[in-house]
């Protein structure tokens, strides 16, 4: 207790215990410099350049807010500019790209942190035009997606925060007269330290994370997808109901939902994917990826949906597959009699369990390696992941896929059906209005409503609408893809001002009328009809 007491005393550096006489540089009063605002601003950015770096390995592993801003300077130098810089640099002209572009951002976040310390939000300014270069980078990349964007925002927000905090105690520093600033300056450098620790150590650690992305998007990029020996068939001609903001037919991939209990994306190396067929078979199989893809492959479009989905959700996509039929490689295995489940588990550990029943008939269930013409995105499960039709993703859709083992319902249980969810999850008949969006204003007339209807393997046969609880109309249905897909409809109406309460509901091809009864999506999907609020203005 006492040897502590001492030892903080030394530290303070005022008092020596009588040891010795303070020397002058400690008794003599310093002020802050511009040095030290300036460092303050570094260390801002810096931390704030890695909390996005961070969150972007979290979320966004295809697109980095650094990466994007590369990217984009590489794209706006001129070409005789990038020649002579290859010429200078040669193979290290990245290196060179990324010094360059550290010690602008450097200059100028030493300059944030000068003008933030004269005049309160200048050096914040200067930090949102940082963030706005982020958006703007980012924006121009192919996949950029809503969080890649948002993710430049959080890193400015964060640098602003550290700015204001560094700039806070630097000016109580400058506040505190006279000899007895000493603490109010120890306090700033110690702020400052301890940001510039955590900024490097969390710059190590996003940089070797971005290191692995770099290499499992360069493995990825080195994939070649074989055609399919099954194509798709070709989409009819009816599909697209033709209504203006209506999500597409075909879900592009950065629009694709995203769902998955994975706090980092599993980078897996696609030249050491093995998958393993186990448990109740007659034989044990490994798969490697090049004897996946010397396979004869299917293409097929299948609607997948979440079972989180709520009424009216956009949990729900549809993409063109590429792969193996899942029947295929259970027959090189044997599944022996008894076995009615097939858990299929993740390289990060998460699991799915599929009845047997329904990955061994006809229906297009597949270890998919491709989505809309080009291998699995990280984010979807590359480099191979289940897609079955007519289930909801948490029993079948397992993604970064790495063992199939045959067992049963009574032997094992599955990530989610441990955690109060159902064990089987055949998708709800369903169906939503997409347009008009609910609440927005139309104008008096005919008003167009537009929307989709599923029900995955078993198809719909009618979608029909009602206005205020009236009588149900029936909508044009266009024909889907398959029934494995979702259906666009559309309808058409006279509507005079007023309030409106509109509903949906689909019938599939069995003949199956939508339930109506509002449920929760636990345990097995919600139920109901959806309904929009439509305001007619005159
Ligand atoms: N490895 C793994 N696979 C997973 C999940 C997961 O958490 N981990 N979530 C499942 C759920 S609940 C759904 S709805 C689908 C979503 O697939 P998507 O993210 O490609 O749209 O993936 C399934 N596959
Ligand atoms: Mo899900």
């Known amino acids: 207790m006492n040897s502590a007491r001492q030892q903080a005393t030394h530290d303070d550096g005022t008092r020596h215990g009588g040891l010795a006489e303070p020397s002058a540089g400690e008794q003599r009063e310093r002020r802050p410099l511009g040095g030290h605002a300036a460092a303050a601003g570094v260390v801002s950015v810096a931390g704030g350049v890695v909390v996005g770096e961070l969150l972007a390995g979290v979320w966004s592993p295809s697109v980095s807010p650094l990466t994007a801003v590369g990217g984009a300077v590489i794209d706006a130098v001129p070409p005789a500019v990038k020649d002579w810089a290859v010429s200078l640099f040669g193979t290290a002209d990245k290196a060179a790209l990324l010094a360059g572009m550290a010690l602008v951002i450097a200059v100028l976040a ?119 020996a099954e194509p798709a068939p ?72 979440c079972v989180s989905n709520p009424v009216g959700g956009d949990l ?81 859709a397992t993604k970064w896929v790495t063992e199939l083992k045959v067992t049963t319902y009574a032997e094992d249980t599955a990530y989610w059906t441990t955690r109060g969810w159902s064990d089987h999850g055949p998708i709800k008949l369903s169906s939503r209005i997409d347009v008009p969006r609910s609440g927005r204003p139309v104008n008096a007339g005919t008003v167009t409503f537009g929307g989709i209807a599923w ?31 979702w259906y666009q409809w559309k309808l058409s109406m006279d509507l005079t001002p007023g309030q409106y309460e509109v509903q949906v509901r689909a019938t599939d091809l069995a003949g199956t009328v939508q339930d109506e009864a509002s449920r929760p999506v636990v345990p097995d999907g919600a139920t109901g009809f959806h309904t929009v609020r439509v305001d007619v203005k005159s």
């Not at 505190?176 to 955590?198: M, Q, Y």
């Not at 994917?273 to 490994?286: F, S």
């Not at 097939?342 to 009845?355: E, K, Q």
């Open 110 to 228: 030493a300059f944030a942190g000068v003008v933030e310390r004269r005049r309160r939000f200048a050096g914040l300014a200067v930090i949102s035009l940082f963030g706005l270069a982020g958006v703007a980078a980012v924006a121009g990349r192919a996949q950029a997606t809503p969080v890649a964007l948002a993710l430049p925002v959080a890193a400015a927000a964060a640098a602003a925060l550290i700015l204001r905090l560094l700039t806070r105690k630097l000016k109580a520093w400058e506040g505190a007269a006279g000899s007895g600033n000493a603490p109010a300056r120890r306090t700033f450098l110690r702020n400052l330290a301890a940001g510039a620790v955590l900024a490097t150590a969390g710059g190590v650690l996003a940089g070797t994370w971005r290191g692995t992305v770099i290499k499992i998007n360069d493995a990825r990029a080195r994939v070649a997808l074989p055609r399919a």
């Open 234 to 305: 070709a989409i009819p001609a009816g599909a697209e109901a033709g209504v203006e903001g209506m999500p597409p037919l075909v879900t592009p991939v950065n629009d694709f939902y995203r769902i998955d209990t994975a706090l980092v994306v599993p980078a897996v190396d696609p030249d050491t994917w093995v998958l393993r067929v186990t448990g109740m078979v007659q034989r044990e199989v490994e798969l490697t990826l090049a004897d996946l893809l010397a396979k004869p492959l299917t293409e097929r479009h299948i609607t997948i949906a």
């Open 316 to 396: 729900i996509g549809n993409a063109r597959w590429l792969g193996w039929p899942v029947r295929e490689v259970l027959a090189l295995a044997g599944p022996v009699r008894g076995a009615d489940m097939v858990l299929s588990r993740s390289a990060d550990g998460w699991t799915a369990g599929t009845p047997l029943e329904v990955l061994t008939d006809n229906r297009d269930a597949m270890l998919a390696v491709g989505m809309n013409g080009g291998p699995l995105p990280l984010e979807h499960g590359f480099p191979v992941r289940l897609v079955v039709p007519g289930l909801y993703g948490y029993v079948s």
């Open 455 to 485: 029900a995955q393997h078993t198809g719909v046969s009618a979608v029909e609408l009602r206005v205020n609880r009236g009588s149900w109309q029936p909508a044009e249905l266009s024909s889907g893809i398959s029934t494995d897909t």
